[in-house]
C-alpha cells in the first residue's frame, strides 16, 4: 500500500469515531502522521502513524494487518503501539522502546494528545487525569518535556 492507500484505509476505518474533544478521529491521525513527517520520519513511520490507533480502538483487526500490503516494520510499529488491556505503562514503554521506528511514532502521538489546545476543550478533571498520564508515557519513553 502507499500512503495514500494507508490514509484512506486509516480514514475510513475511523469514519464516524470522535476524540474526547468530539472532533473527528481523522484530525488526529493527520496531526500524528504530519508530526512523524516533521520529526524526519520515513513511509513506513508515517504509514503507521495513519495506522496507530486502528487496531487498538478495533476498527481494523490484526489479521487485516497480518495480511496488509505494508512492510514488516510498519506492522511491527503499529503492533508496537497498540495498548494491549491491563497491559502495565511500563510494559507498554518498554515493547515500544525496542521497536526500531515506533518511538517517533509514539512521541508524534503524545505530542498532538498533550496538546495544550485540545486539552482546553475538556473539563478539567478530564484534562488533569490526561495530562498526568501523558506525561508519564514521556518520562518512561524517556522524552524530554518540550517534543
Given at each position: 500500500?502507499?500512503?495514500a492507500?494507508v490514509?484512506?484505509t486509516?480514514?475510513?476505518?475511523?469514519?464516524?469515531?470522535?476524540?474526547?474533544?468530539?472532533r473527528?478521529?481523522?484530525?488526529h491521525l493527520?496531526?500524528v502522521?504530519?508530526?512523524?513527517?516533521?520529526r524526519g520520519?520515513?513511509?513506513?513511520?508515517?504509514?503507521?502513524?495513519?495506522?496507530?490507533?486502528?487496531?487498538?480502538?478495533?476498527r481494523?483487526s490484526?489479521?487485516?494487518?497480518?495480511e496488509?500490503?505494508?512492510?514488516?516494520?510498519?506492522k511491527d510499529?503499529?503492533?508496537a503501539?497498540?495498548?494491549?488491556?491491563?497491559e502495565?505503562?511500563?510494559d507498554?514503554?518498554?515493547?515500544?522502546?525496542?521497536?526500531?521506528g515506533?518511538?517517533l511514532?509514539?512521541?508524534?502521538d503524545?505530542?498532538?494528545?498533550a496538546?495544550p489546545?485540545?486539552?482546553?476543550?475538556?473539563?478539567d478533571?478530564?484534562?488533569t487525569?490526561?495530562?498526568a498520564?501523558?506525561?508519564?508515557?514521556?518520562?518512561?519513553l524517556?522524552?524530554?518535556?518540550?517534543?
Amino acid at each position: 500500500m502507499d500512503l495514500a492507500e494507508v490514509e484512506a484505509t486509516a480514514r475510513a476505518a475511523h469514519a464516524g469515531q470522535t476524540d474526547k474533544a468530539g472532533r473527528p478521529y481523522a484530525e488526529h491521525l493527520r496531526a500524528v502522521a504530519d508530526g512523524v513527517r516533521l520529526r524526519g520520519g520515513d513511509d513506513e513511520q508515517i504509514a503507521a502513524a495513519w495506522l496507530h490507533d486502528a487496531v487498538e480502538d478495533d476498527r481494523l483487526s490484526h489479521a487485516w494487518l497480518e495480511e496488509a500490503a505494508l512492510t514488516r516494520r510498519t506492522k511491527d510499529i503499529v503492533l508496537a503501539v497498540t495498548k494491549r488491556p491491563g497491559e502495565p505503562p511500563e510494559d507498554y514503554a518498554a515493547r515500544v522502546l525496542a521497536t526500531p521506528g515506533a518511538l517517533l511514532v509514539k512521541e508524534a502521538d503524545l505530542a498532538h494528545n498533550a496538546d495544550p489546545a485540545r486539552l482546553a476543550v475538556l473539563d478539567d478533571a478530564t484534562r488533569t487525569r490526561l495530562t498526568a498520564k501523558y506525561a508519564r508515557m514521556r518520562a518512561l519513553l524517556g522524552l524530554d518535556a518540550g517534543s
